[in-house]
């Protein structure tokens, strides 16, 4: 079945990066698009980022724009974030997310359980 | 900015009927926002209800439908129970890779 599996949260000061990795099996990886969700404490969902199945083009929401990469290596089924000039407004759990299609974004069709970012001195 | 905007909070009687919906602050939500739906509950992922406006994800009950109402996108509940008491959660896709979140509804069966 479909397993997607979050790492690399942890507690980073203000302005600090983190890394953060989902591992995906029990599917084909390399033909579907991912995405980055995140939920901040006692909020809401909010998309952060898509990356098209080859990588090629990449998307972000404003609020990570120009701080956030998202990446992914279709040799090993991974998908990446790395988060620089870390806020503390970017505190979240965050999760991946496979998408039901390659190119664009259809909806979310497949939840990992999701990693804790922590931003704060 | 675009804003996607949800009842914050809705109740609904045991056996009742519950639409919740789905504004666009830009415009008419239609099927090419790809509209989907999402519950929640506390310290769990989402879970996938609906997507493309109407199809129900493998394993969701047929009491959950969801449309496009007027303007707006809608999920609806027909014979609500009680472990449908979750937070909800609609999605448009606005084009060029964007996806929007509304602030999602909390729905309370009693």
């Known amino acids: 079945q479909v397993q997607l ?69 279709n040799s090993k089924n991974t998908l990446s974030l790395h988060m620089s000039s870390l806020r503390p407004e970017d505190t979240a759990v965050y999760f991946c997310a496979r998408d039901n299609t390659g190119e664009h974004p259809h909806y979310f069709e497949y939840w990992g359980q999701g990693t804790p970012v922590t931003v704060s001195s | 900015q675009t804003v996607v905007t949800q009842e914050p909070s809705f109740s609904v009687s045991p056996g009742g009927t519950v639409t919740l919906t789905c504004v666009l602050n830009s415009g008419s939500v239609s099927s090419s926002h790809y509209p989907s739906w999402y519950q929640q509950t506390p310290g769990q992922p989402p879970r996938t209800l609906i997507y493309a406006t109407d199809t129900r994800s493998p394993g969701v009950p047929g009491r959950f439908s969801g449309s496009i109402l007027g303007n707006k996108a809608a999920l609806t509940i027909t014979g609500a129970q009680a472990d449908d008491e979750s937070d909800y959660y609609c999605v448009l896709y606005l084009g060029n890779g964007i996806s929007v979140f509304g602030g999602g509804t909390k729905l309370t069966v009693l």
Not at chain 1, 58 to 72: A, H, L
């Open chain 1, 5 to 73: 599996v979050e790492s690399g949260g942890g507690v980073v000061q203000p302005g600090g990066s983190l890394r953060l990795s989902c591992a995906a099996s029990g599917f084909n990886f390399s033909p579907y698009g991912m995405h980055w969700v995140r939920q901040a404490p006692g909020k809401g969902l909010e998309w952060v980022a898509f990356i098209r199945y080859d990588g090629l083009y990449k998307y972000y929401s404003e609020s990570v724009k120009g701080r956030f990469t998202i990446s992914r290596d």
